[in-house]
């Protein structure tokens, strides 16, 4: 749903801004988007005002906050079990989120919704986990989005700008532009092997949990978010709330591989831990009670990425 207020969108380049950006510029909303590099774009972008810079420059925060009512904040680094960000970037992360922060607060900014995510949960992920659920991270990476977050909150109560945590789970999906480093994420690692080698090799015990969400629906709700009349303020735990171990989402990747590719892939899983995985289930009900629908299309969502990934790597012969 288009809305009249202008939203700004960082890291508008980035796995879900690049998506969100499509998602608003296309359905009318008057966007922002922030890119920290030059590159090319689609046409539908023209519609968009897009600033290329970077926001560790205060003069450049200032510049694109000017008019904005709603910041969707998406310009950090999301996690990777292959490659951890160094704790210098970090640092560096949360230090400029923060001074957005308060200079949208400072300026005005009605809204102002921040992108974290469910490894702040770290040792808490287990069993039913949910907004108000200790958050005990247990990475560099989860400690920092923490900090971010109790901050942001923190402040929130003596600023009149509406505040929104919205604590992701793993997502997936097709980019807007080339993005080599999306290749390490779970589901794209698994539609490009399936691609490459006719075969998916599970780098990880298959029993662990994951709650997958595509991200056509975490645009779609984020868009929601951002339109409401009525404001959300706090931490909203935003997935699917349906957990699957890695054995059952590879399955559904090669199900629907030789639907969409007519590519048969086996599954290899030759890595156990000692001792079974803990489970979890993700429970997005203060999300849902708010009136915010939650989708679920990821079925679609495989079947686009498996076709991106051809694309990418090249047709093989079946």
């Known amino acids: 749903m288009p809305t009249s207020q202008r939203v700004l969108i960082t890291g508008a380049g980035g796995h879900v801004g690049g998506r969100l950006f499509a998602h608003l510029t296309t359905s009318?909303?008057?966007?922002?988007?922030?890119?920290?590099?030059?590159?090319?774009?689609?046409?539908w972008a023209s519609r968009a005002e897009v600033v290329f810079g970077d926001?560790?420059?205060?003069?450049?925060?200032?510049?694109?906050?000017?008019?904005?009512?709603?910041?969707?904040?998406?310009a950090t680094r999301g996690f990777s079990s292959v490659v951890a960000p160094a704790n210098q970037v970090?640092?560096?992360?949360?230090?400029?989120?923060?001074?957005?922060?308060?200079?949208?607060?400072?300026?005005?900014?009605?809204?102002?919704?921040?992108?974290?995510?469910?490894?702040?949960?770290?040792?808490?992920?287990?069993?039913?986990?949910?907004?108000?659920?200790?958050?005990?991270?247990?990475?560099?990476y989860g400690r920092s989005r923490q900090r971010i977050e109790e901050r942001m909150l923190h402040?929130?109560?003596?600023?009149?700008?509406?505040?929104?945590?919205?604590?992701?789970?793993?997502?997936?999906g097709v980019p807007i532009s080339r993005r080599p480093e999306t290749w390490n994420l779970l589901m794209h690692d698994l539609c490009r092997q399936?691609?490459?080698?006719?075969?998916?090799?599970?780098?990880?015990?298959?029993?662990?949990?994951?709650?997958?969400?595509?991200?056509?629906?975490?645009?779609?709700v984020l868009a929601t978010i951002v339109s409401r009349a009525q404001p959300l303020q706090g931490v909203y735990l935003l997935a699917t709330g349906e957990t699957m171990q890695l054995s059952h989402l590879a399955g559904l990747v090669q199900r629907h591989a030789e639907e969409v590719l007519g590519i048969?892939?086996?599954?290899?899983?030759?890595?156990?831990?000692?001792?079974?995985?803990?489970?979890?289930?993700?429970?997005?009900?203060?999300?849902?009670?708010?009136?915010v629908r939650i989708?679920?299309?990821?079925?679609?969502?495989?079947?686009?990425?498996?076709?991106?990934?051809?694309?990418?790597?090249?047709?093989?012969?079946?």
């Open 28 to 43: 009318g909303t008057r966007t922002r988007a922030l890119l920290r590099s030059q590159q090319s774009l689609p046409e």
């Open 55 to 74: 926001l560790d420059d205060a003069s450049m925060r200032h510049e694109i906050l000017r008019g904005v009512d709603t910041v969707v904040h998406l």
């Open 90 to 140: 970090l640092q560096a992360e949360e230090d400029i989120s923060l001074s957005l922060f308060d200079d949208a607060c400072s300026v005005g900014v009605s809204r102002f919704v921040y992108l974290s995510s469910i490894h702040v949960y770290g040792d808490s992920l287990v069993g039913q986990v949910d907004d108000s659920t200790v958050t005990r991270p247990n990475s560099d």
């Open 155 to 172: 402040c929130s109560l003596a600023t009149p700008t509406q505040t929104v945590v919205v604590r992701l789970t793993n997502s997936f």
């Open 194 to 220: 399936v691609v490459s080698s006719k075969a998916m090799v599970l780098r990880s015990d298959p029993r662990i949990s994951r709650d997958s969400m595509a991200l056509c629906d975490v645009v779609e």
């Open 264 to 291: 048969s892939a086996s599954i290899e899983a030759p890595f156990r831990q000692a001792t079974v995985p803990p489970t979890f289930t993700l429970d997005t009900r203060r999300l849902r009670d708010a009136g």
């Open 295 to 318: 989708p679920n299309n990821r079925s679609q969502e495989i079947c686009d990425l498996l076709r991106y990934a051809q694309q990418e790597f090249g047709r093989i012969s079946v």
